[in-house]
């Protein structure tokens, strides 16, 4: 790491803290999501914000970018308490945001994209030749100069793309810079970039609160480190005061308490559903994978490392293009969700709204969907079940003629597993199944699922939350970088399954 | 890593082996290949495409629906379109030829009286679209029926007359191009320097490519809507007044020829996306010369005009299926492993990110079929650093 | 319904949401609304014979009105249906020419063609994904230029008459006089549309005009879903333009315009372009109180010409009134945001309450 600028330089005003978050407290409808949680950033340092998921990192990004506005504590820039209604006030106040999602126009050019809204103009027209001249110069100053600002960002990489959002960032004048996973994307080779990137801005005074979950990254970039847990402040440590292993600690080590069900009686790990073989596409290379009726598998490693990738390519979404699959010991190649479905697998998906509900539906229709879509025929015997199967599941809904999307989220979970429960499957993929849903909600999954293997099912489980992880699987396989990093048995800590997913323990860090 | 190989890795333009063109290109080469074999055509017919009568045919025809195209440009840019301009064309023609009533004196009140009624009923439909949220489709069909309620209700024939004067518009050629064609073209340059170097035009191009992305831009989506909405009616209006040149009078049933659909037929064609963000004035004016080419050479062969219609229809899903097909090319992945089988639609369009000279690249896959040895020390580039894992890991 | 915590009964706030609430419950407010104005000016307009006359001729348009609801239900939308009753007039003159024993082998052939040109439009839209506006309209310049080129121009030939009995005839009987082949042909239609959405197939077409993608991780196979749609409609367009043929006649304006009307139809009946939302009795009714409002323009004696006029603010108005609650300015702001937020906002059910 030679190429990377080795801490804060010396810029005329390094070192004075330009923002002061103090005792900030943010819930949504009731649910308190952040606990007067401190913050500060100083010019020219990268201060990273780590948590696990639903720590609140973004909640805190979001309330400085002005996306949303404190319930208590305050916010001071430059010593002035400011209160931002909207991004666009923040983003004229000197702090910019890089969101997840691209805020960029992919037939436009970077310069284009660079200056939408304000666009330089000479005698009323838009002075095109000044707009790309300053975008060449903002490039040119950040060391970028291989990037045309006449470039269309279609034609970039999604790390081109990454740097033309930071590049709009800056060029609002910005001295507060707050980046969600930027990386998140990014292969490695494009991470380099960035990382070049983030060294220009410390030098030029710029504070860069970074989020990410990759601990490398966090070695390798950041002066200071703020952890969150559950919503509360943990800890504002020096990154060169701290070890991996600490930083681990900090994160994670939340007391695993009997939130989670006990296997039921009498449940048995039978014979192996489902096999992939040296399986492998674009995303993903060399994965073996048992998934055994009766058994929990948990499918663990960070944002990125091809977890849901697998649940898309054995599920027939996308395709494995090297290996074998089989189910049931006979060898299948699944083209599609419905060839899936027909295999005995089922699929709930990571986005619950964009491919688990048709929101305008109605709950019968929703949970019906499936058996409608691929077995029409046969649909009424297993349509019969579905009353019965929403109500074990304790849906709360005006009656079953009510449209999904007045539902709350975990009401809406249970919408989606009563879909696939209909199915009567062999083998469930959960993605990421508690995302975004009561506490309520989430218990009643993780019993489902406890109820599902008893019944010889066998699971699959994608899951960022670790406890969750520890708590239910029998078994975990922890993934890096689109390969298995490692497997992990029943009982293992969190420490060990955060150390497969980051690589940390060989030696990544400084 | 050198910065040399950066430049590939990051800033990479897409291998454009296949595809060379822009869409805009792309239109004119069709255009240019469509005037060659219509010439071979005309030609092998003992005729010549390029004489006077057949090249001033050609430029009239695309006058009319150049201004037409030009305005429904605008609207298409923003994600919108507009129904109602075969309409507005209509009723326009009428409004000149009736405020003109003949007399050369009211000419400019006449062309004062097409651009209020038109610029208002743009404002109607944008203020309908941004304020009412009412789907364009349906506000600017329901516009158009509007129209023509009021139109067959009051005007059962020809209404008015327009003076000899005005009617030059219509006729008058400046060598071989005809006067409108030369306004259209006019207009046409001004659309394009209007997308080109005003703001609001560039706005228009937020606009239809992410309405959102342009709001979080400080952008006012609503006044950018209302704007290309009145500028496409302002067009049809500019229609309206040649219609009324060259009929010499206003004429209600020229709705009939579905000018709307054409319109849309010479914009799509022209490489703009029907879904916005993308496109532009240029290629819409090459859309319109298509069709008027393809109209003037199968009126010299003597082509049935009904068969024009059939191939006018096959022509436009044609063009859009190309275009379809070129999005769905473009779109990009992440390649993490190279496709061991090479069958992957996408892999041809994707970024591939080439192993780079700092960091060693990483191992070939493992062919298909062969188990994949998850055990096998692989290196990861992110830092240089070997890592080695093991296929079960410690926790066992 | 045992999936129930917190079941209400019906109240008479619900029953106001459904009437006015935008759906399909409102349009039939509307109609009766209409019926009553009709009334007002001609009372002998509910008597059962005027009635009949009534839904023998909003026939052909509810039939159309279900065709093009299959189509937008499922998020795309089909303006060739006026060119095809068109073709389908004259071909069934050209071909039939008079003579009766040839009037079902032409039925069957232009049943075929109906499928064939609903094949054709739905596998472009779905394989070629050419949008369907684009694919309609290109189909519908192609139809009316192969038919007139077909023709010379001017349609020739003559329909048999028992092509034209389920336009004009009917059973004679007491009461209504006259029970017409139009309306039992409607009737069946109808309850064939509403089995048809309560069915396996209706359910997935719905889920597919809502969210493709959810359709497709539930195994659907959302381009076969979509040409179905594609052919029911132009199926519908078929009997349409018999109902039609037989009742008007065969002239080159045949069908002009209906893809327009029969759109005006289903958004009216409360169903939403872009797909996933509306009901097909919706669609009905959307379709009977159009022509209810042209009988009511007849009614006054106000001039034929003004109907489009008409037709045009209603279509205005009717979405409008339907976006009303979509208009609400940040909401677009907000719903990019939830998905990050650590709990779903059900905002949507505070929403709900008020409605």
């Known amino acids: 790491m030679t190429t990377l600028p080795s801490g ?120 095109a030749a000044q707009m790309n001249a300053a975008t060449a110069a903002l490039l040119e100053d950040l060391g970028l100069t291989w990037l045309s600002p006449q470039t269309r960002v279609r034609s970039l990489s999604v790390a081109g793309q990454q740097i033309v959002e930071i590049v709009k960032a800056l060029s609002h004048d910005a001295r507060i810079i707050s980046m969600d996973e930027p990386t998140a994307a990014l292969a490695d080779e494009e991470v380099e970039v960035l990382y070049r990137l983030i060294g220009t801005l410390r030098e030029r005074g710029v504070a860069v609160l970074y989020v990410s979950h990759r601990l490398k990254e966090i070695f390798d970039l950041s002066d200071r480190v703020t952890i969150l847990k559950d919503g509360a402040l943990v800890d504002t440590v020096d990154t060169a005061r701290i070890t991996s292993d600490e930083l681990v600690k900090l994160m994670v080590g939340r007391p695993i308490s009997s939130f989670f069900p006990d296997k039921i009686e009498g449940t048995a790990i039978g014979e192996t559903r489902l096999r992939l073989d040296g399986c492998g596409n674009a995303q993903l290379d060399g994965i073996d994978l048992e998934l055994r009726a009766g058994e929990i598998t948990a499918l663990a490693g960070l944002q990125g490392s091809g977890r849901t990738e697998i649940a898309h390519a054995l599920f027939g979404v996308d395709r494995f293009t090297r290996g074998s699959m089989w189910i049931d010991g006979r060898r299948v190649r699944v083209r599609s969700p419905r060839q899936a479905v027909r295999a005995g697998i089922a699929l709930v998906t990571e986005d619950r709204k964009a491919e688990g509900l048709a929101l305008n539906q109605s709950v019968m229709a929703n949970a019906r969907l499936v058996l409608d879509a691929v077995q029409p025929g046969q649909a009424g015997r297993r349509v019969q079940n579905i009353p019965g199967i929403l109500s074990s599941l304790d849906l709360v809904a005006r009656d079953v003629d009510q449209e999904v999307r007045f539902l709350s989220g975990g009401n809406q979970q249970k919408v989606v597993l009563a879909k696939w429960l209909a199915t009567e499957p062999s083998v469930m993929v959960l993605d990421e199944p508690t995302r975004g849903i009561d506490v309520g909600a989430k218990q009643r999954v993780y019993s489902l699922m406890r109820e599902l293997s008893a019944r010889g099912v066998a699971i699959l489980m994608i899951s960022s939350e670790l406890p969750e992880v520890i708590g239910m699987a029998d078994r975990i396989v922890v993934l890096r970088d689109g390969r298995i990093a490692g497997e992990l048995s029943a009982g293992a800590d969190e420490e060990s399954v955060m150390s497969l997913a980051t690589g940390h323990a060989m030696g990544g860090e400084q | 890593m050198s910065q040399t190989t950066e430049t590939v890795d990051v800033a990479q333009q897409r291998s454009r082996s296949r595809w060379n063109l822009g869409p805009t290109e792309l239109v004119f080469v069709a255009l240019v290949g469509i005037v060659i074999i219509g010439a071979v055509l005309v030609g092998l017919r003992g005729q010549n495409l390029f004489n006077t009568a057949n090249t001033v045919d050609m430029f009239t025809r695309s006058s009319l629906l150049g201004f037409i195209a030009i305005g429904q440009t605008f609207a298409i840019l923003c994600r919108s379109l507009d129904l109602s301009v075969g309409y507005v064309v209509a009723l326009t023609s009428i409004v000149a030829a009736t405020t003109m009533e003949g007399d050369t004196g009211r000419i400019g009140l006449g062309i004062g009286a097409v651009l209020l009624v038109s610029g208002a009923i743009g404002l109607a439909n944008g203020l309908i679209i941004a304020v009412l949220r009412v789907n364009p489709f349906i506000t600017t069909l329901g516009m158009g029926l509007i129209i ?101 009078t206003g004429s209600a049933l020229v709705y009939d020829n579905l000018y709307e659909l054409d319109s849309i037929a010479a914009v799509v064609l022209g490489g703009t996306l029907l879904l916005g963000g993308r496109g532009g004035i240029a290629g819409t004016i090459g859309g319109v010369l298509i069709l008027a080419v393809l109209d003037t050479v199968f009126n010299i062969l003597q082509v049935d005009p009904f068969f024009k219609d059939v191939l006018r229809g096959v022509i436009i899903i044609a063009a859009v299926a190309i275009y379809a097909r070129r999005q769905l090319d473009r779109k990009a992945r992440r390649i993490r492993f190279d496709d061991g089988n090479g069958g992957s639609a996408t892999s041809d369009a994707a970024p591939k990110v080439p192993p780079s000279a700092g960091s060693s690249g990483r191992q070939p896959p493992p062919p298909a079929g062969v188990r994949g040895a998850p055990g096998d020390a692989h290196e990861t580039s992110q830092t240089g650093t070997t890592i080695r894992q093991g296929p079960k890991g410690e926790g066992r | 319904m045992k999936a129930t915590n917190a079941r209400r009964r019906p109240q008479v706030t619900e029953l106001a949401g459904r009437l006015f609430g935008g759906g399909g419950g409102t349009v039939y407010a509307l109609l009766l609304v209409i019926f009553a104005a009709i009334f007002v000016v001609n009372a002998s307009f509910l008597e059962p014979a005027s009635l009949m006359a009534f839904v023998k001729m909003a026939a052909p348009i509810v039939l159309l009105a279900i065709g093009q609801y299959f189509v937008i239900v499922s998020g795309e ?76 121009g001017a349609p020739t030939g003559a329909l048999s008459e028992a092509f034209r009995q389920p336009g004009r005839g009917g059973i004679d009987m007491p009461v209504v006089r006259q029970l017409p082949w139009a309306v039992i042909i409607l009737a069946v239609f109808m309850v064939l549309a509403i089995m048809l959405m309560r069915s396996s197939y209706g359910k997935t077409l719905m889920a597919t005009g809502d969210n493709e993608r959810t359709a497709t991780f539930s195994g659907a196979r959302v381009w076969q879903v979509r040409t179905a749609a594609f052919v029911l409609s132009s199926v519908m367009a078929t009997f349409a333009a018999v109902l039609i043929g037989g009742f008007a006649g065969v002239t080159a304006q045949v069908g002009e315009g209906l893809e327009f009307t029969a759109i005006t139809a289903v958004v009216l009946g409360g169903v939403v372009l872009g797909g996933g939302r509306g009901t097909v009795v919706g669609a009905m009714g959307g379709a009977l109180a159009l022509q209810a409002l042209f009988t009511l323009f007849n009614q006054l004696a106000l001039p034929a010409t003004i109907r489009p006029a008409a037709q045009g603010l209603i279509i205005i108005a009717a979405v409008a009134y339907a976006a009303r609650e979509r208009s609400r300015p940040a909401a677009a702001m907000e719903r990019s945001d939830v998905s990050t937020e650590p709990e779903d906002h059900p905002r949507d059910s505070q929403k709900q309450t008020t409605t």
């Open chain 2, 148 to 248: 023509k309620g009021y139109l067959d209700t009051q005007y059962q024939g020809p209404a008015g007359s327009v003076p000899t004067q005005f009617q030059q518009f219509g006729f008058t050629r400046l060598g071989f191009l005809p006067l409108s064609t030369a306004v259209m073209l006019a207009v046409a340059l001004a659309g394009f320097l209007f997308l080109r170097k005003s703001r609001t035009g560039y706005h228009m191009f937020a606009v239809g490519g992410n309405a959102e992305v342009a709001r979080m831009s400080g952008i006012r989506t609503g006044r950018v809507m209302v704007t290309a909405h009145v500028l496409c009616s302002l067009c049809a209006g500019l229609a309206g007044l040649l219609i009324a040149a060259r009929f010499g």
């Open chain 1, 8 to 127: 804060p330089s010396a810029g005329a005003d390094t070192g004075t803290t330009v923002v002061r978050m103090a005792g900030i407290d943010k819930s949504f409808l009731g649910v308190q999501v952040l606990f007067g949680v401190d913050l500060d950033l100083r010019a020219g340092e990268v201060h990273a914000l780590v948590g696990e998921n639903g720590a609140g990192k973004s909640t805190l990004m979001k309330i400085l970018a002005g996306v949303h506005q404190a319930d208590g504590g305050t916010v001071e820039l430059d010593g002035h308490a400011v209160s931002f209604e909207h991004p666009l006030q923040a983003q004229h106040a000197g702090v910019s945001t890089v969101f997840q999602e691209f805020n960029l126009l992919p037939e436009r050019t970077v310069a284009e994209n660079v200056f939408l809204g304000r666009e330089p103009r000479r005698r009323g027209l838009v002075d």
């Open chain 3, 77 to 152: 939308l089909d303006l060739s249906v006026g060119s095809l009753v068109g073709a389908q007039v004259v071909i069934a003159a050209r071909l039939i020419d008079g003579e009766e024993g040839r009037t079902v082998p032409v039925l069957l052939l232009m049943l075929a063609f109906g499928v064939l040109v609903g094949l054709v439009n739905g596998l472009i839209t779905t394989i070629l994904k050419v949008q369907s506006l684009i694919t309609t309209l290109g189909m519908m310049l192609v139809l009316y230029g192969a038919i007139r080129l077909w023709t010379g």
